[in-house]
């Protein structure tokens, strides 16, 4: 078997460590990260430990370190979990299936918040995070940009879907938080110095709080506006 230089668990997780030998085991990889996204989703990461797992499982920490290690690759394996089905596309043009990849994603994280305190450690090696890398590269295989570009493109598809679920995160469910702002600024913002924000809020962009799938949506198109003109650009060339 090939050295693949990864964690035990990662490797594992992609089917190249060869079968173990002896009774069949109780537990498997698959039960232990099932169990430790069930913690995470009900209580979130701070309650997450290899012995609240074990004890979701009926079994000890120390049988769990058969299959995972470390803590740290749990976690790995835990966010690449969530990204099951993020690569679910219907299209096979590059702009539909590039919409449908980041709203998988974004999908993904809000029904799993705490993934986005779990730190970007390095690039993806997990077999359903690199199944979304995968998907975007044949949605954008046609067009003419540069190996480079497709990569950054879908980089910046995945990082705009962490960014809405990290502030969905940390902002909650704070109420009329846009009113509440405006009134903010109206109170403390001098005209003299603030002529163009303050002409904002005599509109009615403050009045209310947009639906969380507004600004994504929004700024979604207009990376694939982008991206479109790009790729109409070197298609003349």
């Given at each position: 078997m090939t050295d693949t230089g990864l964690p035990a668990s990662i490797a594992a997780a992609w089917g190249v460590l060869p079968p173990s030998r002896g009774p069949k085991r109780a537990l498997s990889l698959d039960r232990i990260v099932t169990a430790a996204v069930a913690v995470a989703d009900a209580d979130g990461l701070d309650a997450l430990s290899m012995s609240r797992v074990a004890g979701e499982l009926g079994t000890s920490a120390m049988s769990l370190y058969r299959y995972v290690s470390a803590k740290d690759e749990l976690l790995t394996l835990m966010t690449d979990a969530i990204f099951v089905d993020a690569a679910a596309v219907t299209s096979?043009?590059?702009r539909p299936a590039l919409?449908?990849?980041a709203w998988g994603c974004l999908r993904a994280y809000r029904a799993h918040p705490w993934a986005v305190r779990i730190p970007i450690s390095g690039?993806?090696?997990?077999?359903?995070?690199l199944r979304w890398l995968e998907t975007g590269l044949a949605a954008?295989?046609?067009?003419p940009l540069t190996a480079a570009e497709k990569m950054s493109a879908l980089l910046l598809l995945s990082?705009?879907?962490?960014n809405d679920a990290t502030l969905a995160h940390d902002l909650g469910n704070p109420g009329d938080l846009?009113?509440?702002?405006?009134?903010?600024?109206?109170?403390?913002?001098?005209?003299?110095?603030f002529p163009h924000l303050l002409s904002i809020l005599t509109t009615d962009v403050m009045t209310q709080d947009d639906h969380p799938d507004v600004e994504f949506a929004w700024s979604l198109a207009r990376i694939l506006d982008g991206l479109a003109a790009l790729i109409e650009a070197k298609s003349g060339q």
């Open positions: 096979p043009d590059w919409t449908e990849l690039p993806p090696v997990t077999p359903h995070q954008l295989s046609p067009t990082g705009i879907a962490r846009m009113p509440t702002y405006a009134q903010t600024l109206r109170q403390i913002l001098p005209p003299q110095d």
